[in-house]
T-cell receptor, first 117, second 111 residues
Framework: GAVVSQHPSWVICKSGTSVKIECRSLDFQATTMFWYRQFPKQSLMLMATSNEGSKATYEQGVEKDKFLINHASLTLSTLTVTSAHPEDSSFYIC?????????????FGPGTRLTVT | GQQVMQIPQYQHVQEGEDFTTYCNSSTTLSNIQWYKQRPGGHPVFLIQLVKSGEVKKQKRLTFQFGEAKKNSSLHITATQTTDVGTYFCAVQGSNDYKLSFGAGTTVTVRA
């Protein structure tokens, strides 16, 4: 199956700083990628849809000025957590669907664990 | 997106026993997907069901989609330690491919 990578796998930052997370589709082109956040022992919550060449669409309650998404190419989407605070500490996961697939499977990256101190 | 309720939240299973996790909705679902997330890992796609009454099997895993397309189940037989993890059901948007996840069933196995 298709492969999605994320970088970094974990990051610790100080409160008030910004952190950028990269999501790459390695062997397919993804016009659309999705960003999720998962708190411990909870489900995945969709944050936003990243669209190549256009603005991301955010889910209700997600601050677009705080979580900046850029989808600059067909294989790369980035999520920047700006002015991070301890409550932003979470597991951030991206996913993408290979448009060549008949089945609408989504491929998830390995996730980025963010800790804000 | 469409909302799905998943039960139970936790399932403690004796190795070798069977168990079932359920996913329910108050509305008709266009599809249902199942994912498995190992501890510390990311979700991995297991199956997609789209037809009323559909049943699919993968070795010891049996997936069902209800006749009314409002519920789905995952049944695992002869549980093994490799089955440890959280199983999520999810509904994918027909036009936007957004996934709405259930709360998940976290499975632990007693050897």
């Amino acid at each position: 199956g298709a492969v999605v990578s994320q970088h970094p796998s974990w990051v610790i930052c100080k409160s008030g700083t910004s952190v950028k997370i990269e999501c790459r589709s390695l062997d397919f082109q993804a016009t659309t990628m999705f960003w999720y956040r998962q708190f411990p022992k909870q489900s995945l919550m969709l944050m936003a849809t990243s669209n190549e060449g256009s603005k991301a669409t955010y889910e209700q309650g997600v601050e677009k000025d705080k979580f900046l998404i850029n989808h600059a190419s067909l294989t790369l989407s980035t999520l920047t957590v700006t002015s991070a605070h301890p409550e932003d500490s979470s597991f951030y996961i991206c996913s993408a669907r290979d448009p060549r697939d008949y089945v609408y499977e989504q491929y998830f990256g390995p996730g980025t664990r963010l800790t804000v101190t | 997106g469409q909302q799905v309720m998943q039960i139970p939240q936790y399932q403690h299973v004796q190795e070798g026993e069977d168990f079932t996790t359920y996913c329910n909705s108050s509305t008709t679902l266009s599809n249902i997907q199942w994912y498995k997330q190992r501890p510390g890992g990311h979700p991995v796609f297991l199956i997609q069901l789209v037809k009323s009454g559909e049943v699919k099997k993968q070795k010891r895993l049996t997936f069902q989609f209800g006749e009314a397309k409002k519920n789905s189940s995952l049944h695992i037989t002869a549980t093994q330690t490799t089955d440890v993890g959280t199983y999520f059901c999810a509904v994918q948007g027909s036009n936007d491919y957004k996934l709405s996840f259930g709360a998940g069933t976290t499975v632990t196995v007693r050897a």
